[in-house]
């Protein structure tokens, strides 16, 4: 069975600093990993997605995320952290086979940064 | 932009009512989702269509949750009766067939029971 587990329920940076954001996943075969954010009271914006390919991804709003295979992880990264960073982020798995198939989300890590 | 279109934004009801959400995915989305996303949680599927076709409804609460996309257009979820229990953010998101998984989200509708 497809999972995706965040371990930090928030995490808390002070602006202009770099900023990590967890996710560990479990599924069968190859992953589709991607990263969403939301805003208070609105639907989920799309940020980055890892198909194949470069470990790193890079998305909008200067964040990027690194696929680790050995250790079935997705960070979520941003050298410099701003105070409109601040939202909910989730992070959601697919397994490659079931193209077609529905995302698994995480639970969300609430980014807090502060000025 | 195309986005994904959702009403009402807010509902509020009481127990045992029903209650109706309605979701116009953007034009040429062949697949659309209803996620259920409770407080503090992440979103959880609770149906997906393939055109006007059902592909996993298996989360769905089929005693008091039906979903139904006529045209394989716009679609509608309803809840009856609705049970405390059923508060939470209903999103509606929809994807192009065959794509790599990027869904794109509605601004949701907030339900709360009373």
């Known amino acids: 069975a497809q999972s995706v587990a965040q371990p930090e329920d928030q995490v808390n940076v002070a602006e202009g600093n770099p900023l990590t954001v967890k996710c560990t996943y479990s599924?069968?075969?190859?992953?589709?990993l991607f990263w969403y954010v939301q805003y208070p009271n609105r639907g989920l914006q799309f940020l980055l997605k890892?198909?194949?390919?470069?470990?790193l991804v890079k998305g909008s709003y200067g964040f990027e995320a690194e696929f680790n295979k050995s250790q079935t992880s997705f960070h979520l990264k941003k050298p410099s952290a701003l105070v409109s960073d601040s939202a909910l982020y989730f992070c959601?798995?697919?397994?490659?086979?079931?193209?077609?198939?529905?995302?698994?989300f995480g639970q969300g890590t609430e980014l807090s940064v502060k000025p | 932009e195309a986005e994904v279109a959702q009403s009402p934004r807010y509902k509020i009801t009481e127990k045992s009512q029903a209650v109706a959400f309605w979701c116009d995915p953007i034009?040429?989305?062949?697949?659309l989702y209803w996620y259920r996303q409770i407080l503090g949680q992440g979103p959880e599927l609770l149906v997906q269509?393939?055109?006007?076709?059902?592909?996993?409804d298996s989360q769905l609460p089929k005693d008091r949750f039906s979903a139904e996309r006529l045209k394989g257009v716009d679609s509608t979820l309803k809840i009856q009766p609705a049970e405390l229990g059923d508060s939470a953010m209903y999103l509606c998101?929809?994807?192009?067939?065959?794509?790599?998984?990027?869904?794109?989200f509605g601004e949701g509708s907030r339900l709360t029971v009373l």
């Open positions: 034009s040429g989305h062949a697949t």
């Open positions: 998101a929809s994807s192009r067939q065959g794509s790599t998984g990027e869904l794109f």
């Open positions: 959601a798995v697919r397994a490659l086979y079931n193209q077609g198939g529905k995302l698994i």
């Open positions: 269509f393939q055109d006007e076709s059902v592909v996993d």
């Open positions: 599924v069968s075969g190859n992953p589709y």
């Open positions: 890892y198909i194949t390919g470069d470990n």
